[in-house]
């Protein structure tokens, strides 16, 4: 069973109908004990850094997310990916969970539409378990105006062009994993992703 976190941060409904579609058992919750008892955890979100950090802490769910990101797998999706980091520059200095060395900062590349919205092609810097099946020509959907800074290229799974590189998929080399791009909005290639997911227990 995958938990999927619910601390208000919207796109949750979203990635539990894409996982109903695959068959994969899911559950939206907010308690400590599921996240626990689950074979690996999926944290989504969309809006902005601080108060979606602000959401987490009155949850009480940090420090659970952070003990069970070692032993299982550990999906952040779009804000959940920056999340994943030390900290963010969004709106104000905030720090993150910290699985992940580097930071959250806003896209400032000239002549660009922000937020950035729209299908990007992936292009990979890493094999990693979640790209199994997927070809060289392979899009998926943005929405985002702030990207993250991995502090080593190791971290950096998979990138997008927009101005400059965004990082599109990072990890921890070990359980954790995140999608700037919106696997449950990215057609067959994000189901693709979830499903991979889903079976590296």
Known sequence: MIAIIDYGAGNIFSV????????????LTDKKEDLIAAD???LPGVGAFPWAMNMLKNSGLVDTIKEQAKVKPFLGICLGMQLLFEKSFEFEECDGLGLIMGRVDKITDPGLVIPHMGWNKLEYNKEVPIFKGLGNDEYVYFVHSYKAFCESEDNLYAYSEYGSKVPAVVGDNG????????PEKSGETG????????ELV
């Open 16 to 27: 539990k109908n894409a996982l109903d579609h695959l068959g994969v058992e899911s559950k």
């Open 40 to 42: 690996e955890i999926i």
């Open 175 to 182: 359980f954790v994993y995140g999608c700037q791009f919106h």
């Open 191 to 198: 189901l693709k992703i979830l499903r991979n997911f889903a």
